[in-house]
């Protein structure tokens, strides 16, 4: 059974920093690639990040670029997000996300992220 397990959401103010976690089971970890997704209150999903499992290029929204840095563990079987410099607008809860070459879905159940001004 695939499981995503999100962690380390938290209430911080503006400029503060979090690391959240996504640890894995039921997959083959090193051949996924990874997403972060995130959903603010009222609006739909936004993709915020990737990561390749190959070549572990990693690609990120226009919104993060430069604040957010995700990476993966292969010994844990856990794909990580480190945000700094966060603002309000990153509020929201942030969702790791797996899909099979197959187009299957699986996603964990969040973990909310609030960020006050």
């Known amino acids: 059974e695939v499981q995503l397990v999100e962690s380390g959401g938290g209430w911080v103010q503006s400029g503060d920093s979090l690391r959240l976690s996504c640890a894995t089971s039921?997959?083959?970890?090193?051949?996924?690639?990874l997403n972060w997704v995130r959903q603010a209150p009222g609006n739909g999903p936004e993709w915020v990040s990737r990561?390749?499992?190959?070549?572990?290029?990693?690609y990120y929204s226009e919104s993060v670029k430069g604040r957010f840095t995700i990476s993966r563990e292969g010994a844990k079987d856990t794909v990580y997000l480190r945000m700094n410099s966060l603002k309000p607008e990153d509020t929201g809860v942030y969702f790791c996300?797996?899909?099979?070459?197959?187009?299957?879905?699986?996603w964990g159940q969040g973990t909310q992220v609030t960020v006050s001004s």
């Open positions: 039921g997959f083959a970890f090193r051949r996924a690639d």
């Open positions: 996300n797996y899909k099979t070459y197959a187009g299957t879905e699986y």
């Open positions: 990561i390749y499992a190959g070549n572990m290029s990693t």
